[in-house]
């Protein structure tokens, strides 16, 4: 069977009700992708606000991950440049402590189809736990053990806490995460535009 052309395939994810009627806001799948990008961010699902605006990351998480990674808007959402694709494409609705996991029915049905269409890719950036256990295979150890350990992922990937403001206590129990970690990110954003 032929691959599809990525732009079916987009098309093809922008028409999927696959879990419709798990979500109380609607269907409205949020991503970004070309097969140009050199950097990849594997986020968890968009939020509210994103879900609205339809653009990824068009948050105060957003604001604070192109901080952390040194980059404009404008590179932000060249998808040239940053492919984007959450584990989720919809807005799962909020839960008692924030907002729902990802739908667990999006990363088996899309993700493996997408990513063999990001030949380019140098760098992915690997947000949060349900991103960790498909690009880093980290099924059993706690977020912040992977951020600590991100030397172990080589050049490639880097595993990263969810820049989101309600993550501003752990970012204070662990400056070393600014110390070591935020330059690193910089350094191998820069690497990957160059």
């Given at each position: 069977?032929?691959?599809?052309?990525?732009?079916?395939?987009?098309?093809?994810?922008?028409a999927?009700?696959?879990c419709e009627d798990a979500l109380e806001a609607g269907v409205r799948p949020v991503l970004q992708v070309s097969g140009k990008a050199r950097i990849l961010i594997a986020g968890q699902a968009p939020g509210r606000r994103v879900h609205e605006s339809g653009v990824p990351f068009d948050d105060p998480s957003g604001d604070r991950l192109r901080d952390w990674m040194g980059v404009s808007r404008e590179v932000?959402?060249?998808?040239?440049?940053?492919?984007?694709?959450?584990?989720?494409?919809?807005?799962?609705?909020?839960?008692?402590?924030?907002?729902?996991?990802?739908r667990?029915?999006?990363a088996p049905e899309w993700r493996a189809q997408l990513l063999e269409r990001l030949p380019a890719l140098e760098l992915t950036l690997v947000i949060g736990q349900y991103a960790a256990r498909w690009h880093l295979d980290a099924k059993a150890?706690?977020?912040t053990d992977l951020v600590r350990d991100w030397k172990r992922f080589g050049p490639d990937h880097l595993p990263l806490p969810h820049p989101s403001p309600r993550n501003n206590i752990w970012l204070k129990k662990n400056p070393w995460f600014a110390e070591e970690v935020l330059p690193q990110l910089r350094r191998r954003v820069k690497r990957a535009l160059r």
């Open positions: 069977m032929a691959k599809l052309a990525l732009s079916k395939l987009l098309a093809n994810v922008r999927c009700r696959i932000f959402y060249d998808a040239a440049q940053v492919a984007i694709l959450p584990m989720g494409f919809c807005y799962p609705g909020t839960g008692q402590s924030g907002d729902l996991p990802p667990p029915e999006c150890t706690k977020l």
